[in-house]
C-alpha cells in the first residue's frame, strides 16, 4: 500500500503498447515509481504492458522489475517494487490482428479492473514506432476501447515524432481526430517534463521585475542551444532518416521558443496556454528558398580525436550510409512577427558530438544607451543577459557589469545565479513524471495540440524541402567535439553577434 501524500492522480489502468521497448525500461517505469514514492498515483492502479512478443505475465514482471531495480539503485523500495509487481500484467500479439490481440485487451482491462477495484479509466502509452500510431489507436477505438462516457474517461498518449513534415504530421492529425476528441489526445513532448522548463513560465509570469524588459525595446536578441556531446550511438539507422532538424528543432526547440517568447495567458488552463503558445509558433517567419540559403545551417560531424579518445565520423556509424547527407547540426536564425519581438533575432542550434551536453536559452540585453564612463579606463559596458540552463544542470544566471574595487573606475562582469539542486536540494526524476501524472488527471497544458504541432511543420518543412532538393556539398563541415560548422558563427558575425559557448 502506498501512502498518499499528495493528490494522488484518477484511478485507471495504464496501456502501454511497445512494453519490451527502451523507452518503458529506462523512462515509463522509473518514472511511475516516482510517482508512487511521492504519492501520486492511486491505490486503484494498474499497468498492462502490451507487445507483439508473446511472453507471460509473469516473465514480462520478471523482467521489468530487475530493470526497474537496477535503474533505481540500491536505494529501491522493495514494499513499492512489490507494489508494482502485483498491478503490472502483460498481454502480447500481433498489432496487424483486428481482433485477436485487442480481445486479450478487452478481457484483461475487465480482470484488471475488477481485481483492483478501478473505475474504466484507462490511458494508452504509445510507445511504439510512429507508423503504428494511427492503426494502433484504430484498434482500440473499434474494439470498444477507446469511447468516453460518463464516469469515465480514455486518454492517449502519442510519443514524438508526431509526422516527420507539415504533410505527414496532418495526415495523422486527421486520422486521429476522426476517431478521437482532441481532448482525448496527448502529444507528448518530454522537454516539457524538465522542471526549469516549466520554471521558464513561472520565472516570467510570477514576478514583476522581468516582463516590463522581455520585448523589443530591451532584447537584443536571443540563443538557443541544445547541445549533445554525444553522437548517435546505436540510433544510426533512425537517426539517418530524421536529422537534426526533425529530431530537435519542431518538438523541443520551438517548445523553448514559445515559453520564452508568448504573451502571458488569461490563465494557467490548458488551451490558455497553448492559445499563446500557438499564436507564437504561427508569428514565426516562414522561410523563402532564399531565406533558407540565408538563414540556416547545416552540419555533419567529421572524425576527430580528443583527449587521446578517437571520435568517429557520422559516416562511419553502424547502419549510417558512408555518403550519408542527413545533417547532425542545424542552425537557423528566426524572426517572430509581432509586436513584441519585432527585429529580435532568435538564433537557435542543436547538434551532436559538441563540446558539451548543454542546453541553454540566452536572452541578450541591448547595451546601455550612453558611455557614461568615457574618460575612465571602461572602454566598452558589458551587456546584460539572462541565461536559463535547462540541462544538465537547472540554473538561472544574471549576468551584468559591477565596478572592480580599487581607486579608479574599472568595470568586471559578474554573475548572479540560482542553482535549483543548490536550493531546492537535488530530485530524481525522469522527466516523464509530471506528464504521466498530468495525463492521469487529464491536465493537457504541457502538450502538444494538433495546430501547434501543424503550425511548427509549417516552419521546418520548407527548410527540409530546400536541403533535400540541394544536398550538402561540404559535408562532414565540423569536427566532432567541436562547436559546428563555420557558416553557423558567420550567421551571427553577419548580425555584429556570436554564439556564446562557455556560459557555466
Ligand atoms: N527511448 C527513448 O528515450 C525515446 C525518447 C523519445 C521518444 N521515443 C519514442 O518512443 C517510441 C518507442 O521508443 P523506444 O525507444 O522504446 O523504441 P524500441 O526500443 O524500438 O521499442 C519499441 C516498442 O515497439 C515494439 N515494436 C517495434 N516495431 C513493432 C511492430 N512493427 N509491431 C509491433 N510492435 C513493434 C517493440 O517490440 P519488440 O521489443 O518486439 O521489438 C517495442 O516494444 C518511439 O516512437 C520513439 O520515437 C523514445
Known sequence: ??????????????????????????????????????????????????????????????????????????????????????????????????????????????????????????????????????????????????????????????????????????????????????????????????????????????????????????????????????????????????????????????????????????????????????????AIQLFSPEDVLNKTVRGQYDENEINGESLKAYRDVENVPANSNTETYAALKLSIDNWRWAGVPFYVRTGKRMPKKHTTILIQFKKAPFMLFRDTEIDHLTTNRIVLHIQPDESITLHFGAKIPGPLVKMGTVDMDFDYSEHFGETVSTGYERLLYDCMVGDATLFQRADMVEASWCVVSPILDVWEALPARNFPNYKAGTWGPKEADELLESDGHKWKNNID
Open 1 to 282: 500500500m502506498i501512502e498518499t501524500k499528495q493528490k494522488a492522480a484518477d484511478p485507471c489502468v495504464m496501456v502501454i503498447f511497445g512494453a519490451t521497448g527502451d523507452l518503458t525500461k529506462r523512462k515509463l517505469f522509473p518514472a511511475l515509481y516516482y510517482l508512487a514514492k511521492d504519492g501520486f498515483l492511486p491505490e486503484n492502479f494498474a499497468i498492462i504492458g502490451v507487445g507483439r512478443q508473446e511472453l507471460s505475465g509473469a516473465s514480462f514482471r520478471k523482467q521489468i522489475i530487475s530493470d526497474l531495480k537496477s535503474f533505481i539503485g540500491k536505494d529501491v523500495d522493495r514494499k513499492l517494487v512489490k507494489w508494482f509487481e502485483d498491478r503490472t500484467y502483460y498481454t502480447g500479439g500481433d498489432f496487424d490482428d483486428d481482433k485477436a490481440l485487442f480481445s486479450d485487451i478487452k478481457n484483461l482491462l475487465d480482470e484488471v479492473t475488477n481485481t483492483h477495484e478501478i473505475p474504466k479509466n484507462y490511458f494508452y502509452y504509445m510507445a511504439i514506432p510512429p507508423f503504428l500510431f494511427s492503426n494502433v489507436a484504430n484498434k482500440i477505438v473499434k474494439n470498444g476501447l477507446g469511447k468516453q462516457d460518463e464516469g469515465f474517461w480514455r486518454r492517449f498518449i502519442f510519443e514524438k515524432p508526431f509526422g516527420k513534415d507539415l504533410e505527414s504530421a496532418k495526415k495523422l492529425n486527421s486520422e486521429l481526430l476522426e476517431i478521437l476528441e482532441e481532448n482525448q489526445i496527448y502529444r507528448i513532448d518530454h522537454y516539457l517534463g524538465k522542471e526549469t522548463v516549466q520554471n521558464i513560465l513561472v520565472f516570467r509570469f510570477g514576478n514583476s521585475i522581468f516582463e516590463p524588459i522581455w520585448n523589443r525595446n530591451y532584447v537584443d536578441h536571443v540563443q538557443i542551444t541544445v547541445a549533445e556531446d554525444l553522437g548517435v550511438g546505436t540510433r544510426g539507422g533512425y537517426y539517418d532518416k530524421a536529422g537534426a532538424l526533425r529530431d530537435m528543432v519542431p518538438n523541443h526547440i520551438f517548445q523553448l521558443i514559445t515559453l520564452t517568447a508568448m504573451e502571458p495567458p488569461v490563465s494557467f488552463e490548458a488551451d490558455a496556454v497553448r492559445d499563446e503558445q500557438a499564436k507564437i509558433l504561427q
